[in-house]
């Protein structure tokens, strides 16, 4: 009985986030963004919340020994090539990951800090931001904060003083991570301008993106997989940054509006041409 070759396995992402029922933000994003750039994606649920496009009403952390044993199973099973933290929910989920990532340096590690939903809902606490900054951003190999969470950050330790956005980021490299992607999507501009440090070297790339109209639900969750993807594909950390920027304004201006809030990203623009895709 003849039996069909069996294909290699795509590159596969680990991704810890919490459960976004709106499909807007969360672990959701995170899965469609690794699987439409070909990747494989492995869902570590961190959080069950309540929430939808206008805000989130609730967030409950899943239990940190089950958040380990997800993850475990699945790198003792399959051979990962790139880990991306989102919303962890807890301080102990957050120092379970950090150990986690502590087995595996030689996987990069990608960490979008959330820290607050569009519509401004907090989502940590001091004990949460310490265990980022201590623990979590020194084994991180790019961070991806927007200018509101990178002074958060930043002013946890203290540094009240840091006025620029470039002495911010440079205050993050010195917590031990890689790189810092810096966006601005929250600031006041014209363009959007996102600017990638490195430690060590300081300003490293700069790239700045028509400003679309609206706001959207779960953009940051959207760079930060399509960045551990190119990784995960093989890409240098600059390249991969490019092009994660690149798809993830495609998915904005591709994006829809399905409830009373913010807009939803379409991370699959590419294959719905009944919807008008944007062109490759």
Not at 168 to 194: F, I, K, M, S
Not at 248 to 264: D, E, H, K, N, S
Request: net charge negative.
């Amino acid at each position: 009985m003849n039996r069909r070759p069996v294909r290699p396995a795509p590159p596969i992402v680990l991704v810890f986030s919490a459960n976004d029922p709106s499909g807007g933000a969360g672990i959701e994003a995170d899965l469609l963004t690794v699987a439409a750039l070909g990747c494989h994606p492995l869902p570590v649920i961190t959080a069950l919340t309540v929430q939808d496009t206008v805000g989130v009403g609730k967030v409950l952390a899943v239990d940190a020994d089950c958040v380990e044993e997800q993850a475990r199973a699945v790198l003792e099973d399959m051979r990962v090539a790139a880990l991306k933290v989102g919303l962890a929910g807890s301080a102990e989920n957050i120092r379970t990951i950090a150990g986690i990532a502590g087995d595996y340096p030689e996987i990069p590690l990608v960490v979008d800090p959330v820290l607050a939903s569009g519509r401004g809902d907090d989502l940590v606490d001091d004990e949460m931001i310490d265990g980022l900054r201590e623990i979590l951003i020194p084994q991180t190999t790019v961070l991806t904060p927007n200018s509101l969470e990178a002074r958060r950050l930043v002013e946890r330790a203290g540094d009240n003083d840091i006025q620029t956005l470039e002495a911010c980021a440079q205050a993050l490299l010195e917590l031990g991570c890689e790189y810092v992607l810096l966006t601005g999507t929250h600031d006041n501009t014209a363009r959007v301008v996102n600017r990638l440090y490195e430690r060590g070297l300081g300003l490293l790339r700069s790239d700045d993106w028509d400003r679309l109209p609206g706001s959207y639900h779960g953009s940051g969750c959207t760079l930060a997989s399509a960045v551990a993807a190119h990784l995960a594909r093989g890409l240098a950390v600059d390249d991969a940054v490019r092009a994660a920027q690149d798809y993830t304004w495609r998915t904005l201006a591709a994006g829809f509006r399905p409830g009373m809030g913010q807009i939803i990203p379409d991370r699959l623009f590419s294959t719905h041409p009944y919807r008008g895709g944007l062109d490759a």
